[in-house]
């Protein structure tokens, strides 16, 4: 039966009975028709735009399916329309873990960029360099990156992308939101995953219309309204009551889908039918191009086209189309070599700079800063901008009250590009940089060969508050409701000098600051606990080496045992490391060298805090190893090792072993009488080594 033909009938149905006169067996029927059709009207009316009846009638399907759900709880299904209204507030968000981590992308910002990118993927492969690559191009959504879990075909559980290993569950969130299926059309083929589970990711975006539409309401109403829709989604999204998720016209893009065990498709572009075919909306401009030169093209289309759509997009991800091809690309750090967006270039606008400050930051750096007036560009209204450092202002001679050009790239901090020299009425004042620490007044020093100038005073109370803040920030320790405002308050109350003080900090010495009751008090100290058993990158980059970013910290937390065994490192030692230059390896140790430093990691192990480097991390090291990210299954008798050597050896150099074949496994390393998993391999296509060509691999 048609769905015309259906919802007559269900008015027929309906007419007849009030939602209490229907009987148990016939509401069980009942509702499961309801479900089905009040589905089918939405996606009519929310994706089609043609809806085929009106709304009252809509309203009342709906009404009535929930006054059912609400006498026959148990026939309520879980992927009942009615559970996108939301549900009553929760107290703060679930962590999960992602099982498969939430990477990041490198970036492209012109075609160079993406033709050397596309060199490396093709010399990766141990590609012919003129081999044409098949690769999909598609829109970068500026939105929100969500995970969505189904399970045997039913939205279980859907989480943010939190720093990428550990996400905040907003199941209840995602839900609500339309574009998104309680349940999907086509059912996972059965047995090929674990449990069926199936992991779906992709943006959770809002049209620009919609934007504007709910800013002008919020308006209305006297309530703080967004700055950009980006913002917008995210803040809806990460709202504790989900009804108020549920009132926000947020949609979503399917990208990508993680299964355990199989893939639904051999590449990017089998993918998005997939998904498609499963429920989900992908974003129609996706193209699959041949080689680099016309993605290239595509990119330069949409850096103009954006202005178009009525959704924002911040650039283009290209992706290396063949998964396989993918998997043996693998990743560095935290982004996949497979696939590169293509940024597009900043957006610029003019305004006056009215004056230069100076931040000091947390390594005691001294960032010249502009403050403007006021501008807003791409949707935020920009008042500050960093001038990077002394010579930048005066390499591109920026003077007080000059008419600028400020640029904001994304998230990044708006920076002032140039001045016009065209608008200079002669009132403009030159800027010299001090001589003196705005706040500790001790003399500024520039390092031989950088361009910054520092504040090296030890005891330079801005520059502690900042590392204090910067300590207790999500990517380092992770301490909740430690940020740059407590941060100012301890440091000023003296409560705290070296970052290790806060592991002393008491109730009572909280008690005496302003704003803090014993709730609060308590509060902090829980975070302040929980945080001495974060890892040793957290830690490192937490207690603020000059150039130690959470990447470098990763770096050195895979190498080195613990914050000890990092302090004996050379500088020699520490350049033999990928990924780690003279600038870093001098920084680390310099810092290591200074008395109160290893001091500092004393006190912090004294109060319990881990210095030592968590299994994962070990587990993580030596990115060079051959066979990290790889699994392997070793098979049959190998003429020069028993098995045991063999997957000794495959764990020795970063590999993960495995005893069956699946669509996971990377290389069978087969010897003889290899029996049914060498066939599997065979039958799956995944390579298999005999012993030579395996020690080939690990010792290249
Ligand atoms: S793929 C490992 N595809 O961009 C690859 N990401 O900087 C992961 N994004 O966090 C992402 N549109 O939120 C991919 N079509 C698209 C995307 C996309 C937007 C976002 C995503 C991710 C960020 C990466």
Known sequence: M????????????????????????????????????????????????DPLI?????DRFFEFLKALEDLFPNYRKPDSPTRRVGSPPVSAFEKVRHPDPMLSLSNAFDSDGLRTWYRRCVSGLGLDEHFPLTLTAELKIDGVAVAITYVDGLLTGGATRGDGRVGEDITENVRTIRSVPLKLIQPVRMGLHEQNRIEIRGEVYLHNSDFDQLNRRLAQVGAKTYANPRNTAAGSLRQLDSRITASRPLSFFAYSVYTPGANVADSQSGTLVWLKMAGFRINEQARSFEGIEPVIGFCEEWTTGRSTLDYEIDGVVVKVDSLEYQASLG??????????AFKFPAREETTRLINIVINVGRTGKITPEAVLEPVEIGGVTVSQATLHNADYILSRDIRIGDTVVVKRAGDVIPQVVKPIEDARTGGESLWEMPTT??????????????????????????????????????????????????????????????LDDIYALSRSDLLTLEGFGEKKADNLLEGIRLSRERSLARLLYGVGIRHVGQITAELLAMRYESARSLSEASEEELLRIEGIGSIIASSVTDWFSLDQNRALIDALEAFGVNTHRLAEEAAAGGEDLPLIGKTVVVTGTLPGMD??????????????????????????????????????????????????????????
């Open 643 to 700: 098995r045991k050597e063999a997957q000794d050896l495959i764990r020795r150099r970063g590999g993960k072993v495995a005893g069956s074949v699946s669509g996971k496994t990377d290389y069978v390393v087969a010897g003889e009488n290899a029996g049914s998993k060498l066939t599997r391999a065979l039958e799956l296509g995944i390579p298999v080594l005999d012993e030579a060509e395996f020690l080939k691999m690990v010792y290249g």
């Open 2 to 49: 048609n769905l015309v033909n259906r919802s007559r009938e269900l008015s027929r149905v309906l007419n007849r009975q009030a939602p209490s006169d229907v009987e148990s067996a016939e509401a069980q029927m009942l509702i499961a028709e309801l479900v089905d059709v009040v589905t089918a009207h939405a996606g009519r009316y929310h994706d089609q735009d």
């Open 331 to 340: 990743s560095i750090s935290n982004a996949p070599r497979w696939a590169i």
């Open 437 to 498: 620490c705005p706040v500790c007044k001790n003399p500024l020093e520039r390092i031989e060969g950088e361009v910054d100038y520092y504040c090296v005073a030890s005891d330079c109370s801005e520059q502690f508050i900042r590392l204090l803040e910067h300590f207790a920030s999500r990517g380092a320790m992770d301490i909740e409701g430690l940020g740059s405002k407590l941060a100012m308050q301890l440091a000023r109350k003296d409560l705290a000098n070296t």
């Open 54 to 58: 009106s709304d009252a009638e809509y």
